[in-house]
């Protein structure tokens, strides 16, 4: 798979990653031998870059990725987890004292003595203007807690603020074909200033998979159906942000560009791979098979102009009105 530099750092992943918010919570119920039979199959698929969080499965992510990584020493992965949203979301608690005792935990269990990536995990907006806050994670660095940081952030302006910042290596970022904004500014600014991105939610939390109807129904642990208002966090991270009916009406027309022998999953992942700046698209699975099929997009053809052109006028004329203004 093709491997792309990754920000402000010495190290390339591959650009189709892997996602592991499902593997720990928040999408229903996956078992321990289920999620490392998944990692395996996206890892013998090229994938080397697993996102995950402190907060997903209250670490049973992270822990699930260790032990992959100790059972598979020949793997060479890189490892970006996220710290922040185990505490109440105040700017006071974006310290130096707390930065240390997160990553101690996740260093603990990742088992790992250096983490490759910490993220600041969607923190409350001020944080992006803190000197105090990025002098921390400088020092996290120093310490060789970590070998780098970046950010995840909800908003295109909070993505800005954090390019601007010498010691940032990446932005995650929601991007996908129903969420354009970041193409205007913060694609460019991050390409100019050498900032790594990591498109999250690349499917609109399966919505762009085709798979979706309006009576779909959803399990009561899954956020797509606790958080479709905003209800536990951003309502931007579940499908989106885009209103489900609404949604599934664009999704069809989406299907409708998918190229022979391409799913509209991997359609959907081969525009953004295509999108300048763009390091690593990280979906998710929960199946071995759509691990390798998500892996499988990279290797498409790019799609043609008349592809994007019609992906940018179903955005314009059912999307754009629900989002672009949000963030």
Known sequence: MEQ???GRTNQRVSVVGLGTWQLGADWGEVKEEDALAVLDAAVESGVTFFDTADVYGDGRSEQLIGRYLRERPDADILVATKMGRRVALDPALYTLDNFRAWTDRSRTNLGVDTLDLVQLHCPPTPVYASDAVFDALDTLVEEQRIAAYGV??????E????????????VQIIFNAFRLKP???VLP???????????????ASGLLSGKYTKDTAFPADDHRT?????????QGETFSGVDYASGVEAAAEFSKLAPEGATPAQTALRWIIQQPGVSSVIPGARSPEQARANADAAALAPLPDATLDAVGELYDRGIRAQVHHRW
């Open 226 to 234: 606790y958080n479709r208002h905003g209800e536990a966090f951003d």
């Open 4 to 6: 792309r530099v990754f």
């Open 152 to 157: 995840s952030v909800e908003t295109c302006d």
């Open 159 to 170: 993505a800005l603020t954090a390019i601007a910042r010498p010691g940032t290596a990446s």
């Open 189 to 203: 600014a991050a390409a100019e200033a050498g900032v790594g991105i990591i498109a999250r939610v690349p499917l």
């Open 183 to 185: 193409l205007e500014a």
